[in-house]
């Protein structure tokens, strides 16, 4: 291979390199990765932290929709990008069965769109069924509960 060749060779590597470098530098300023109310959110719930994660995934959701994707939350930890399922999960802790089920029914979880996601699936289905009966006896919410306003921004 001469000298010629080998130089064209390593700049056409460079170039397809520098392209999907861009792409992928693209295409990550639109994942909800990119928004802390996410990685603050599911920091929160992933502390028992109801509350505030309620708050951080009501706006991460407002920020950019549920859709189930994987991202980063933080370091090397990956989750589905699931804030109303997630958010859902949070307000039925603290006793917001009204808020829960709405949150429950609005995700891509309920709708059966998200392969793979069969633990979450469950556990929506569960608590959706358990905030339903609440709901029906007339209990929308604990005693106590003080539920956040869940109002999208």
């Not at 639109?30 to 706006?59: I, N, S, T, V, Y």
Request: aromatic share 12%; hydrophobic share 35%.
């Amino acid at each position: 291979m001469s000298n010629r060749t080998f130089a064209g060779l390593i700049i056409l590597l460079l170039g397809v390199l520098l392209i999907l470098l861009g792409v992928s530098a693209f295409s990550a300023e639109k994942r909800p990765g990119k928004h802390p109310e996410f990685a603050e959110g599911f920091k929160a719930f992933d502390q028992g932290k109801w509350r505030r994660a309620a708050e951080l995934m009501r706006k991460a959701d407002a920020r950019w929709h549920e859709d189930g994707k994987w991202t980063r939350v933080y370091g090397k930890w990956f989750e589905r990008y699931l804030p109303r399922y997630y958010g859902g999960v949070a307000l039925y802790e603290i006793g917001c069965y009204e808020q829960a089920l709405s949150k429950f029914n609005g995700s891509v979880l309920s709708q059966g769109q998200l392969g793979g996601a069969e633990s979450e699936k469950e556990k929506l289905d569960a608590l959706r069924e358990k905030c339903n009966r609440y709901v029906r006896q007339g209990i929308p919410e604990e005693y106590g509960a003080n539920c956040p306003d869940q109002a999208s921004e």
